[in-house]
């Protein structure tokens, strides 16, 4: 009998006292509160370019199971699935699996910020399936195996995203099933398949023994966090925001006039402009050949910092390799810091990449930093600076100022007190001011010979 409820959705009564019957008699108590880790993207995040957080090949729990143009790779993950299991494990398959995670139900609908309306068990057979398939790729990847093929990066691509997370409870207890060690998940499986995909450097393998990441999204973007930690503990030297101050006359004479006639000749035609709105901030090539900012590579985010040094300055920035995957694996990263921010406030993959879609606009910016081994990976120049260029900014205005909006303050405050930048803006200005009075004096020039002409043709004025 199908009835509507107070609430105004229809509501099946019979399902509705199985689950309950079930969950008195059959469910397993579990000394585990859940709270949500796996979230549907915030539409401002997805409108950029939906097709990066949303499966493209495989899907990975409830979210997009039964999606029409998913369905066709649901034999191939049944077919890994079964292959992992030996025969006695096959044949008991729905007795020691499905049984376990369906007495767990109620637990592992806590991980996803969405009810899922499905019935338990159909919930559990997905995630049975998905998460052995899930195991066995994980497993595929070896220590210090630095090739990665092109279909381990097309599948990373969905595995990595955030609606596409397993929640690690779920794979323990899968794991549990089948009588398989859990122990080596997070230090081995996890650990091996981040390090082979991580656009960001990754934090030493020793500090992750105590940390229990709710999935796989989570436990990357714990370990290029913590990246440097020790580094930056031990190496606390120069200034965050340098001494600032102006460069001496003869710098300035020396640098005109032909700095400035390169930088006003430039054709802009040629710059890149970005696609989408970014922090206010020059570029690597204005900061390194204007301002005379060299850019040196550090450990990780944590590490970022803006020193003077001897009579220059150095911008410090982590490693970043960016390969065919790279792009989904750091807009997802972006998109679990914004959902789970209200936990500490942080957004500091966000930051960083604002800054880096700040200063980096051209394949020339690109080549600056690759060649101080910032920038490295398979794609061009090109294909780099349309990622960066691509990339919305993600932070706003809070009241209290992060470390590393203070340094980004730091490098414009840098830029901006030079004498030939305000030189640069102050001619600029005046030529603008110039080329607008040039036009009207111009048109005015123009009318009155066209009104000359006519008059001389109409009157015959000749040699007057």
Sequence with gaps: ?????????????????????????????????????VFQVPKTLTETKPQAYTPQI????????????????????????KNCLNDHQVQHFAEEVIDKLCSVVPVIRGYYDKYSDIEGITLAWILAIDSLYLLHLLSSYVP???????????????????????????????????????????????YNFCKAHSPLKLADPNIIHSFNSPHLLAFLHHLIIESGMLYWLEKQSGSLVPTLGNPGLVCFITGLPWDLIKVLSKNMDSKKKPLVDEIKTPSVTQLNETAKINFKLTGGIRNIKFVKEGGEHALYLPEITLNSDSEVILRNLVAYEAVVAGQDGALKVAEYLDLMCGIVNTSKDVEILKKSGIIKGS????????????????????????????????????????LRIKAQRLIKKHIFKFRKS???????????????????????????
């Design 1 to 37: 009998m199908t009835t509507e409820s107070i609430t105004g959705s229809t509501v099946n009564e019979q399902r509705w006292v199985n689950e309950t019957i079930r969950a008195f008699t059959s469910e397993l108590r579990v000394d585990i509160e859940p709270t949500p880790c």
């Design 379 to 418: 794609l061009s120049d090109e294909e780099i600076a349309d990622l960066f260029n691509g990339l919305p900014k993600t932070t706003g205005n809070h009241k209290v100022k992060s470390r590393l909006a203070r340094i980004i303050e730091s490098v414009n405050e840098k830029y901006d007190n030079m």
């Design 144 to 190: 210090g195996d630095q090739e990665v093929h092109a279909v381990q990066r097309k599948l990373a691509q969905d595995v990595m995203m955030l609606e596409n997370q397993i929640p690690s409870f779920v794979l323990i207890e899968t794991q549990k099933a089948i009588n398989q060690s859990y122990s080596n998940l997070f230090t081995e499986l996890f």
């Design 58 to 81: 495989i899907s990975l729990g409830p979210y997009h199971h039964f999606w029409p143009e998913l369905l066709v790779t649901e034999r191939h993950k049944q077919t890994i699935a």
């Design 438 to 464: 040039l036009t009207v004096i111009t048109t005015l020039v123009l009318v009155l010979l066209l009104s000359m002409q006519t008059v001389c043709q109409y009157y015959g004025c000749g040699n007057h």
